[in-house]
């Protein structure tokens, strides 16, 4: 039986069927961008305007997850150099932050020292707090795998930086040690500017 809905209840459709599964990988093929849509005519693919929606358009306004893995070196030197955990969006975009899980891969522990927190900023080790920090102690030195939270921080007057990359720093100092390495998965949205 074919469904007919007017342009506004196809929209909330679409909406609805974008957040049936947030997380879950998505198939940009098949899956358009919401806003500023034409409602598509009997038989036709959906288009913005006279043309066709593109995947960067699509990527734009949905959850995107990426991960990587930082390596014993990387984390020994993680106090002197941040590490990337997601690429800059490119000029006239933005990030936001929306949480990351870190899982510890347990193979041997770090000797903390002065190392104290984790924290995801943007840039670098000096620039703005994305995120809440996450004491080292009690991970780092635990003999056994360790999966935490962290979560966005909740700053009402929370500028963000144009076209810049999320890293994960560390305060305090290098850790030392055989240590382990460890896996972030990290949420974000890509947030086009609209100023001109």
């Not at 935490?148 to 100092?173: F, R």
């Amino acid at each position: 039986m074919l469904t007919h809905f007017t342009p506004s209840e196809w929209t909330q459709k679409l909406i609805e069927e974008l957040l049936v599964q947030p997380y879950a990988d998505v198939d940009f093929r098949s899956t358009y961008q919401v806003k500023n849509l034409a409602s598509p005519a009997s038989g036709e693919a959906l288009r913005k305007g006279s043309r066709d929606v593109s995947m960067a358009e699509v990527e734009t306004y949905i959850t995107q997850r990426a991960q990587v893995t930082l390596t014993i070196a990387e984390i020994k030197a993680l106090y002197t150099t941040a590490i990337e955990i997601v690429a800059a969006p490119g000029a006239g975009n933005y990030l936001q932050f929306l949480g990351c899980i870190i899982e510890y891969d347990y193979a041997a522990v770090y000797t903390i020292g002065s190392a104290t927190d984790l924290q995801v900023k943007y840039t670098d080790k000096n620039g703005t707090a994305l995120s809440v920090t996450r004491a080292v102690t009690g991970i780092w030195d635990q003999t056994g795998d360790i999966v935490y939270l962290l979560q966005p921080l909740s700053a009402t007057a929370l500028v963000p930086v144009a076209n810049a990359k999320l890293v994960m720093s560390l305060a305090g100092a290098d850790p030392t040690g055989t240590g382990s390495p460890m896996h972030v998965s990290t949420l974000y949205r890509v947030i086009a500017s609209q100023l001109v």
